[in-house]
């Protein structure tokens, strides 16, 4: 009986691990792989970093005209593995692939949405590195 | 006599508003109030739910890139809820919406366009959209349905600071109080306010 409990104990324990596993980190398909290629050739760095992204996304940029703060976390929350909220009140789903599958899959999109973004958070496009620290950062949480 | 016949059914009606009193607690107690604009008596809207020509209801959103585009940062506004005149305004100014770059391409801009001007409010026969389209002065095209003078008589009960509670945040934010506004259905039965 005991020994049951104990091994219903160590498969519980693994089952959680292994759970746990599957939901950290997330590795790009071919064509954001590609993407993030572009990003290094243009910006002429070698590699990317997730701190680097993580600091980016945290960061707080006063907006010239309306004087608010914003930051990717006045929409996305400082957690991107949790939903965030537009402005608007709409709920935002999390940006983390390792909890979205859906995010970072497609090119058009991921462009889009930082020109969208960027433009509303620095008054500027992001540049590639810091485009490509980003997708870095979110890959690896 | 006749005065009996009309206090008979006042005074039960009564005992009826008594008794949903006595449960308001547990039937509030799903962090929603009601009933904060009025009843619809009160607004001169008695008549059935499909009274007038096309019913009540605004017919949902149904184009695909309008779907993709816009409802990841908002409600997805129906198009009956502005005359066309409005819709052009609104996609003629994708690279400022309301101080966003929505950074559409061409193709898109024409598709969203001829969606919208095609399904305006000015286009429908539901009641709802013909008081919208009514309520506008044909001089302007208003690119805020919040600002629309049936919009904001139809919300004139609802307090400022309700619109601001965290779960609304806007009176743009549709959705949060209708909760079949998606489906083009903004009828009272179907308002929860959020408390918080």
């Given at each position: 009986m005991k020994k049951g409990i104990r091994s219903f104990i160590a498969a519980s324990v693994f089952a959680a691990a292994s759970a746990s596993m599957a939901v950290s980190a997330a590795e790009p398909n071919e064509q954001v792989r590609s993407l993030v290629d572009s990003y290094k050739k243009s910006s002429g760095a070698q590699s990317f970093s997730a701190e680097e992204g993580r600091k980016f996304f945290n960061s707080k940029r006063t907006h010239s005209v309306k004087k608010e703060e914003r930051s990717c976390t006045t929409c996305h929350t400082t957690d991107p593995r949790q939903p965030g909220k537009t402005i608007v009140g709409k709920v935002i789903e999390p940006l983390a692939p390792s909890v979205n599958k859906e995010r970072f899959t497609d090119p058009e999109k991921i462009e889009k949405w930082f020109k969208r973004n960027c433009t509303w958070v620095l008054e500027r496009e992001c540049t590639p590195r810091e485009k490509g620290d980003y997708i870095t950062y979110m890959m690896s949480l | 006599?006749?005065?009996?016949?009309?206090?008979l059914p006042l005074l039960s009606a009564g005992a009826l508003v008594a008794a949903m009193t006595a449960f308001a607690?547990?039937?509030?107690?799903?962090g929603y109030e009601r009933g904060e604009r009025g009843d619809s008596e009160e607004r001169g809207e008695s008549e059935g739910r499909n009274g007038r020509n096309g019913g009540r209801i605004i017919p949902p959103a149904d184009n695909a890139a309008y779907k993709?585009?816009?409802?990841?940062?908002?409600?997805?506004?129906?198009?009956?809820?502005l005359p066309a005149r409005s819709w052009e305004a609104v996609m003629g100014a994708t690279g400022k919406h309301f101080g966003e770059d929505l950074a559409l391409d061409e193709a898109t801009v024409k598709e969203l366009l001829a969606y919208l001007t095609a399904n305006g409010a000015d286009k429908q026969t539901n009641r709802r959209s013909t008081r919208i389209?009514?309520?506008?002065?044909?001089?302007?095209?208003?690119?805020r349905i919040t600002e629309v003078p049936y919009m904001v008589k139809e919300h004139r009960k609802i307090k400022k600071e309700t619109f601001s509670r965290p779960s609304i945040k806007t009176f743009s934010n549709c959705g949060a109080c209708h909760t079949k506004g998606a489906e083009g259905n903004f009828e009272e039965d179907f308002v929860k306010i959020p408390k918080n």
């Open positions: - | 006599m006749k005065i009996k016949k009309f206090i607690p547990a039937v509030f107690a799903d993709q585009e816009c409802s990841s940062c908002h409600f997805l506004y129906q198009p009956g809820l389209a009514a309520s506008i002065d044909s001089s302007s095209a208003p690119t």
